[in-house]
């Protein structure tokens, strides 16, 4: 029973110690911008749920969050087993990895700092339809949003890029994407943000 429990503690630790922490890089890129209006915008898209394993790094989390997820849901059993094991596994995923870059940046903003949360996959989806002040209480139900999000659908880029332009005030957009544009093709794409990002 002790080894159980200490198993369960352990994966906790693992798949959740990125929720306690806070940052101002987001794939390598500064997010200390005081009184900024910033829109992240994240795919989750099917092809998210594929295994991120582009690194050593990555191929080590994923394989260790495939294996712990196992031996959870083997050990606990039932569905709560099934549950936690569920849980666990999803670290491994590409949305997995979104989360872990994206929860800690939204811990760090500055108190000055508007923003808010776009998704885009089968549908498009505002976690607030205009910029909040990132207060405590805000960040907290932002990290909470992202923490849920699942993958589905197709990567209508161009779309969410549109609607992240017309959020008023917004003077940085981070966009964080796996694969190829369905709404446009990539030439395109780069064309149209050309134009939206000098205002035509």
């Not at 094991?85 to 990895?97: C, D, F, I, N, Y």
């Not at 405590?136 to 999000?149: D, E, Q, R, Y």
């Amino acid at each position: 029973m002790l080894r159980s429990f200490l198993l369960v503690a352990c994966v906790a630790l693992f798949s959740g110690c990125y929720a306690l922490q806070s940052s101002t890089d987001y794939y390598g890129i500064d997010t200390a911008l005081p009184s900024a209006g910033v829109v992240f915008v994240i795919d989750v898209s099917g092809s998210m749920e594929g295994k991120q394993e582009g690194t050593l790094t990555d191929q080590a989390r994923g394989g260790a969050a495939r294996e712990a997820g196992d031996a959870v849901q083997n050990t606990v059993g039932g569905r709560v087993g099934r549950l936690l094991g569920g849980q666990v596994r999803g670290e491994a995923t590409k949305l997995g990895g979104a989360k872990r870059e994206l929860i800690p940046v939204i811990r760090g903003l500055d108190n000055s700092t508007v923003f808010t949360v776009q998704t885009f996959g089968g549908s498009h989806d505002f976690w607030r339809s205009s910029r909040v002040d990132a207060s405590g209480s805000n960040k907290s139900l932002a990290m909470t949003h992202v923490n849920g999000l699942d993958a589905d659908g197709g990567t209508p880029i161009l779309g969410a890029l549109e609607r992240s332009f017309n959020v008023p005030g917004v003077t940085t957009i981070f966009l964080k994407t796996d694969g190829q544009p369905t709404d446009s093709t990539a030439a395109e794409l780069v064309s149209r943000t050309r134009q939206m990002n000098n205002g035509s």
